[in-house]
């Protein structure tokens, strides 16, 4: 069965720095892409940026792309997000998620066939 599990996620303060791990079981990481996105509640889920395992590409969406790296280390099995310079409006619930396959150029949610629970990040002012 294929799992996501986040981690990592807590109260940090603005300016701050966080990193979220994403560890997959029941796949091989080098054979998916994995995506983190969040959401906000009363808001529509938002996509950071996704990562192809097998070769290490990224992807990130353009409103966050200055302070969000997204790295994997196959042998864990295990995605990560860095972000840096936390503000807070990036409070939210941060979800990863993956696919069977790679991610062209961009990381829309309905690529996303398997579902972590979330993590919930707080920034404080």
């Known amino acids: 069965e294929v799992q996501v599990v986040e981690s990592g996620g807590g109260l940090v303060q603005a300016g701050g720095s966080l990193r979220l791990s994403c560890l997959g079981s029941g796949f091989p990481l080098d054979e998916y892409a994995v995506g983190w996105f969040r959401q906000v509640p009363g808001k529509e889920r938002e996509s950071l940026g996704c990562i192809n395992s097998h070769d290490g590409s990224t992807h990130y969406s353009f409103p966050v792309k200055d302070r969000v790296a997204i790295s994997s280390d196959i042998a864990k099995n295990t995605v990560y997000l860095q972000m840096n310079s936390l503000k807070p409006e990036d409070t939210a619930t941060y979800y990863c998620?993956?696919?069977?396959?790679?991610?062209?150029?961009?990381?829309?949610?309905?690529?996303?066939?398997?579902w972590g629970q979330g993590a919930q990040v707080t920034v404080s002012s």
């Open positions: 998620a993956t696919f069977y396959g790679r991610a062209w150029g961009r990381c829309p949610e309905e690529l996303f066939d398997y």
